[in-house]
């Protein structure tokens, strides 16, 4: 009997030698996380600084009893109120949480205490503060943490690598978060202004993964009627169930108010032929983005017969005088890789399609054309080698194009911006002005900008920076009291979210250009 009992024994005393042996929590050490992407005026719960508590173990678990912390680098602390620190645990992203203490906003040193009972691995806490609403655009929100207490011992933390510094604009709203109303991932930004002042973005939704046509992709709309500070729920136009619908491109027909939304669909751009070619579809919408037409399918219209590829970059088309629609359509004119720019239009607010067959650029890529005040189209080509812009004219209505040249005041990392017309003296404004957004960096996609030609694009004199960290495509539009709607990729946590950022001329001019209307015109 001993003999037989003798295995059991040893597995009890094991289990309770284990048992006996589990080390207790411990601290390991407090890193503190920088948060530089801006912040909105008027919101709640703005992160400051963020910080992430390491424990090791699981016995008799610590507790984070206090965190102090400073405001030191803040513009000014009247712009702000509720000071707050919420506990997300393992999830890094400032999402919802449980609140662990609040207190006032003051100069010098702060302390926020509370009782947290800390897990094994990362613990993520992020200082909060609400924006007042009538902070002034531009101000910085800044801070960072002295030191954390844990189990009642003051314990030191290990700065962040850079600095805590936000910029507060008029508006700065995250729209779409991978995992959002059921889709993976999000991107391709585009946004435009109905005539009633509603904002209208699109957008990619990324159903089951991230990457391009022919993934199961679908366009949805989001609109806001308070100039971009609340949002209605996602609206989908265009599902082909396990097929795509990508890059949204938006323009708004000045007679009638309709707007187009234009994009790719089905198949993917390298896997383009002639008998199986990548979709050119338009949907429509008559009461500013509310409801929109099936979508109609133009792909023979725009396409060279023999070509591989065509499809028209996302953000904004362009809207002539004359009230041709036009755009820049990126073109694989053989079984190669290589990209060509070609330009498409529509004289009937977008019934039909057409091309225009002189090539605009060899070795393009996405592309924008304006309309500038003397008639001439400029074509706006993202770009490679060198790494800035390519720039191309027409001075007859695109039917043929001088010789492409780089715009080297533009930094460009290969990717798709944006180019619209601000204001024009052809329409009574005081100076005709050109806006163009750009992730702009040689070689990396970061570092989102906002530039402003007074010269029609000859130069670019004029900028500023919304996020100086990872970024990808953007989309401008002009809003009804004339400040900057931009609505944009951030890289924050993935690639990507989609934010909207909303800015006047006044900032990004520092103060040496206001917007003022033409004698007449109402907002």
Known sequence: MKTKSLPALLIVLCILKGAVAQPDMMFKQCNVIAVTIPAGRGEPAERVVSLNVQTQDTANPVSLNSVTFNLTGTTDLNDLDSLGIWYTGANPRPVGGTLFGTGPVMPGSITIAGNCLLSDGNNYFRITVKILPGAPEGHFLQGNVDSVKVDGQVCQVIPATAVSKRLIMLEHKLLYSGGDYGSVNYRIPAIITADDGTLV?????????????????????????????????????????????????????????????????????????????????????????????????????????????????????????????????????????????????????????????????????????????????????????????????????????GTPYFQYDLPDPAVNGDFIRYTSILDGYDKSRLLFSLASHPILRKNLTVFLSYDEGQSWGVSKVINPDASGYSSLTILSDGTIGCFYENGEFEEYQLYFARFSLEWLTDGNDTFTFPAGMKE
Not at 217 to 222: C, M, P, Q, T
Not at 250 to 267: E, I, W, Y
Not at 325 to 333: L, N
Request: hydrophobic share 35%.
């Open 201 to 401: 973005t699109a957008a990619d939704a990324r159903i089951e993964r991230a990457g391009d046509l022919p993934n199961n992709i679908d366009i949805r709309i989001r609109r806001s009627a308070d100039m971009g500070h609340t949002w209605s729920e996602p609206l989908t136009i265009a599902d082909f169930g396990s097929y795509g619908a990508s890059d949204p491109a938006l323009v708004k027909d000045r007679s009638t108010g309709s707007l187009l939304c234009m994009f790719a669909s089905h198949q993917g751009l390298m896997a383009s032929t002639p008998a199986n070619p990548i979709r050119f579809q338009v949907c429509r919408s008559a009461d500013n983005g509310l409801t929109w037409s099936p979508p109609v399918e133009h792909t023979p219209e725009i396409y060279v017969p023999g070509w591989y590829a065509a499809w028209l970059a996302s953000g904004n088309a362009h809207q002539q005088r004359d009230g041709r629609i036009i755009g820049a359509v990126g073109v694989r004119k053989s079984s190669g890789t290589t990209i060509d720019n070609f330009m498409i239009y529509s004289d009937d607010v977008g019934l039909t399609w057409h091309y225009k067959p002189d090539e605009a650029s060899p070795a393009g890529d996405e592309a924008k054309i304006v309309e500038l005040d003397k008639g001439s189209l400029m074509m706006n080509i993202r770009n490679k080698t060198p790494d800035c812009r390519k720039i191309v004219v027409s001075k007859d209505h695109g039917d043929t194009w």
